[in-house]
């Protein structure tokens, strides 16, 4: 018997494509990917790609006869799956998931605002990480199948990082800045709230990683007189060690969905010093879980902030415990792993 196929259209560089990919390894289900965009193959993504344009991807569901058509990301995937569809005298059912900005900020900008609209009343089912994302898409024109909230990178390991051994965030010497700086992307801010927390950092080292070249000479200038220490590309269970080692994780950001980095910074005991123009609020509580910076542009705000996760213990071990416990009951990738299989089979029917 024929086993049923998901066709994937999505970024082949994406660490979200391959992890978001291999909940399906093991399972019944036979994958195809098509690029949305070129780039290097990640490297945990080993599986053919096909490549070309929206004609390309039609004849692609024409001759391949996928069950399910997934689109991972809406920008490049969500439109190239759209003019497919177009070219299509049919077309299985389609999947969209929504990832990031896609349409919390996109879909405010006049040029990407019909697009979106197009997508949402054209899609079968629509994937989200934030309830936020749900709602903006029913404004959109979406009508049809809402999947599980979860996030775009499927689960984590919860399991076996639960029993690894603990350190209290109060005992950590560790701050470890996100150094993206792009047209989302907001580091900079962070670096300069540096200064405003010179005094209280003097025992600590600081850890910028995913940075490029200009940032990371940006963060020597800002940091001149503390200890930085520029994380090189890593595994993602080293990534999840630097958290583990980390009493305060910063991640900024004019917009996001719901951060992986929080995420992995929650489960490891890491206190998030979060920007709020992402989903950050349906999973912490300002104040109590972490601190939920509202303009990421303000590095008074976040220095202020950063100063106080580093110096009050009890904020911050008190929130490792709840955050923990937070991710272990949304985000364990056993259990989500079944969650999106059963929907791939809800779309089959």
């Given at each position: 018997m024929?086993?049923?196929?998901?066709?994937f259209v999505?970024?082949?560089?994406s660490?979200?494509?391959?992890?978001?990919?291999?909940?399906?390894?093991?399972?019944?289900?036979?994958?195809?990917?098509?690029?949305?965009?070129?780039?290097?193959?990640?490297?945990?993504?080993?599986?053919?790609?096909?490549?070309g344009?929206?004609a390309?991807?039609?004849?692609?569901?024409?001759?391949?006869?996928?069950?399910?058509?997934?689109?991972m990301?809406?920008?490049?995937?969500?439109?190239?799956?759209?003019?497919?569809?177009?070219?299509?005298?049919?077309?299985?059912p389609?999947?969209?998931?929504?990832?990031?900005?896609?349409?919390?900020?996109?879909?405010?900008?006049?040029?990407?605002?019909?697009?979106?609209?197009?997508?949402?009343?054209?899609?079968?089912?629509?994937?989200?990480?934030?309830?936020?994302?749900?709602a903006?898409?029913?404004?959109?024109?979406?009508?049809?199948?809402?999947?599980?909230?979860?996030?775009?990178?499927?689960?984590?390991?919860?399991?076996?990082?639960?029993?690894?051994?603990?350190?209290?965030?109060?005992?950590?010497?560790?701050?470890?800045?996100?150094?993206?700086?792009?047209?989302?992307?907001?580091?900079q801010?962070?670096?300069?709230a540096?200064?405003?927390?010179?005094?209280?950092?003097?025992?600590?080292?600081?850890?910028?990683?995913?940075?490029?070249?200009?940032?990371q000479f940006?963060?020597?200038?800002?940091?001149?007189?503390l200890?930085?220490?520029?994380?090189?590309?890593?595994?993602?269970?080293e990534?999840?060690?630097?958290?583990?080692?980390s009493?305060?994780?910063?991640?900024?950001?004019?917009?996001?969905?719901?951060s992986?980095?929080?995420?992995?910074?929650?489960?490891?005991?890491?206190?998030?010093?979060?920007?709020g123009?992402?989903?950050?609020?349906?999973?912490?509580?300002d104040?109590?879980?972490?601190?939920?910076?509202?303009?990421?542009?303000?590095p008074?705000?976040?220095?202020?902030?950063?100063?106080?996760?580093?110096?009050?213990?009890s904020?911050?071990?008190?929130?490792?415990?709840?955050?923990?416990?937070?991710?272990?009951?949304?985000?364990d990738?056993?259990?989500?792993?079944?969650?999106?299989l059963?929907?791939?089979?809800?779309?089959?029917?």
């Open positions: 024929r086993s049923p196929t998901v066709l999505a970024f082949p560089f660490v979200h494509t391959a992890r978001w990919v291999s909940q399906l390894h093991g399972s019944e289900w036979h994958v195809e990917l098509f690029a949305s965009a070129e780039g290097q193959q990640h490297e945990d993504l080993k599986m053919p790609v096909h490549e344009d929206a390309a991807l039609a004849r692609l569901v024409c001759e391949t006869r996928p069950d399910v058509v997934h689109s990301e809406i920008q490049h995937g969500g439109y190239l799956t759209l003019k497919a569809k177009t070219l299509s005298d049919s077309f299985p389609w999947v969209v998931s929504n990832w990031g900005s896609d349409i919390s900020l996109f879909g405010r900008l006049p040029e990407h605002a019909a697009r979106i609209r197009a997508v949402m009343e054209s899609c079968d089912f629509y994937h989200c990480e934030c309830h936020r994302d749900l903006l898409a029913r404004k959109f024109g979406f009508r049809g199948v809402e999947w599980p909230i979860i996030p775009v990178g499927g689960g984590l390991n919860v399991e076996r990082w639960l029993r690894e051994p603990f350190v209290p965030p109060s005992r950590r010497r560790v701050v470890a800045l996100k150094g993206y700086q792009s047209w989302a992307g907001r580091a801010t962070a670096l300069a540096l200064r405003r927390a010179g005094n209280e950092l003097r025992d600590y080292e600081l850890a910028l990683y995913v940075a490029d070249e200009e940032m940006c963060a020597r200038l800002y940091a001149a007189d200890r930085l220490r520029v994380v090189p590309p890593c595994t993602h269970e990534m999840l060690k630097l958290h583990a080692a009493r305060v994780s910063i991640g900024l950001s004019i917009s996001d969905g719901i992986t980095s929080l995420i992995e910074a929650m489960l490891m005991g890491s206190f998030p010093v979060q920007s123009t992402g989903c950050a609020c349906e999973w912490v509580e104040g109590q879980t972490a601190f939920v910076i509202r303009d990421p542009m303000n008074e705000e976040v220095g202020e902030a950063l100063c106080s996760a580093l110096r009050f213990d904020i911050v071990d008190r929130a490792a415990e709840i955050n923990r416990r937070t991710v272990a009951e949304r985000c990738g056993a259990k989500i792993r079944e969650q999106v059963a929907e791939y089979r809800r779309a089959l029917g």
